[in-house]
Nanobody, 123 residues
Framework: QVQLVESGGGLVQAGGSLRLSCAAS????????MGWFRQAPGKEREFVAI????????HYTDSVKGRFTISRDNAKNTVYLQMNSLKPEDTAVYYC????????????????WGQGTQVIVAS
């Protein structure tokens, strides 16, 4: 079992920045592919970013490219999501995901989810 605890969400003005953190425990962190997803009100949960075990392969959904950066610190068992130039449409609950893989384009199987952290971007 893997336990994931997110932090760093909050309320920010459009154009601002937030950094989300996700601390993992229960398995050797460096063996886990990690990712971030988000779910806006009334919408389905969607993929945001994924980072490979060593951090050398990263992918983003198109809407966040150039604004969000996913990273990981295997020594701290933590994955991060730096979010810059935030827009109101980024408002969502953000979920950390562990041990995931892509089933088909844009659709992922996720073994472990965090509890989510709310991000609200005010216009």
């Amino acid at each position: 079992q893997v336990q994931l605890v997110e932090s760093g969400g909050g309320l920010v003005q459009a154009g601002g920045s937030l950094r989300l953190s996700c601390a993992a425990s229960g398995r050797t962190f460096s063996t886990l592919r990690m990712g971030w997803f988000r779910q806006a009100p009334g919408k389905e949960r969607e993929f945001v970013a994924i980072i490979e075990r060593s951090g050398d392969n990263i992918h983003y959904t198109d809407s966040v490219k150039g604004r969000f950066t996913i990273s990981r610190d295997n020594a701290k068992n933590t994955v991060y999501l730096q979010m810059n130039s935030l827009k109101p449409e980024d408002t969502a609950v953000y979920y950390c995901a562990a041990d995931l893989f892509e089933l088909r384009l844009g659709v992922y199987h996720v073994a472990y989810w965090g509890q989510g952290t709310q991000v609200i971007v005010a216009s």
